[in-house]
């Protein structure tokens, strides 16, 4: 038996369409598309360009001064007229007797700064993000964050008045009890504790701000999560708060390194001077080559000491970052 075939007609097969085209951009954007990146971040380049000029004036243009490390400098001929003489000002600074003193002063002092500023600026931004009291808090802040702005001109004289040897505070009150007077200015291994503690207290509010802020950028979801599993504020600062804030903590260990063969010579000016018992033990890079502009007028050796120091800076944060490079890729700097 025949299957009966059906009377209605065979559907119609639907004729291809063409695929669907991107919706036109606009003109404008279209052209914006085709700009540089230069020219469609126009406006980010100008707000960048004082910096830049600043840098320029600054920082760039003098360094054609070096070329006084390599000439014997007279002020009739002026920097670019005077005689050269080769390595003979790097020679002398090394026959100083006094390269390997004031770079190993240097870098061991630096290295301390470093290591306690960091760790007390960290602690101070961990204790003040987990304190309770508002106004409490905002005080604290700003208390710690005050001897930023005091000058070490200022602080040398509080200083002085604290530890002069004759009626100095410190001084006054031990003989009133009866005890013997000490010289702290006479004794260079005190300074070994002192320099240490003076530059954290100066330093500890700007670092802790610093810090700080880092913290405030933490989601305060995993902290609740933390809390709700039974983790204690030692815990949450251990598993939450360290390793959230470690790309923080590297980078700015990272540009202190850069930092670690130059030294706050302001400080050490300031607070030591030309004191001959303690120069020996807190002469560092800096302040000899202040001591060489002002006292022998002597621009060639000066010039080679700040060379030499700003080499050796480059070379530590190039090894340093290379280091941070083979631990971690995304932490290094460049």
Known sequence: MRPLKSALPAPRQPAPRDPPRAPALPARRSFRLRLTPAARNWVLYLMFAPLAAYMLVFAYVPMAGLVVAFKEY???????????????????????????QVTLNTVLYNVVFLGAYTGFSLLTAVLISEMSGRR???????????????????????????????????????????????DIYGHPALWYLLLPVFFVWKWVGFGSVLYLAA???????????????????FQRVRYITLPLIRPTIVV?????????????????YQLIGNNGNLID???IIDTLVFRSLVGSQDFGMASAAGLYQSVLCFVIIVIVNQAVRRYDRAHALF
């Not at 604290?140 to 602080?155: K, R």
């Not at 913290?215 to 504020?233: K, N, P, R, S, W």
């Not at 540009?255 to 050490?268: A, K």
């Open 215 to 233: 913290i405030t950028g933490i989601d305060q979801e995993c902290y609740e999560a933390a809390m709700l599993d039974g983790a204690d504020v």
């Open 136 to 182: 409490f808090k905002k005080l604290a802040q700003s208390m710690l964050f005050l001897p930023y702005f005091i000058s070490w001109v200022t602080v040398s004289a509080f200083v002085y008045n604290i530890f002069n040897f004759e009626y100095g505070l410190l001084n006054s009150g031990l003989r009133r009890a009866g005890l013997e007077a000490l």
């Open 281 to 283: 033990n807190t002469d």
């Open 252 to 268: 700015l260990v990272l540009l202190g390194v850069g930092r670690i063969m130059r030294g706050e010579f302001d400080m050490f």
């Open 74 to 100: 007279n002020y009739q001929q002026g920097i670019f007229g005077s005689p050269w003489n080769g390595l003979e000002n790097f020679r002398f600074f090394y026959e100083s007797g006094k390269l390997l």
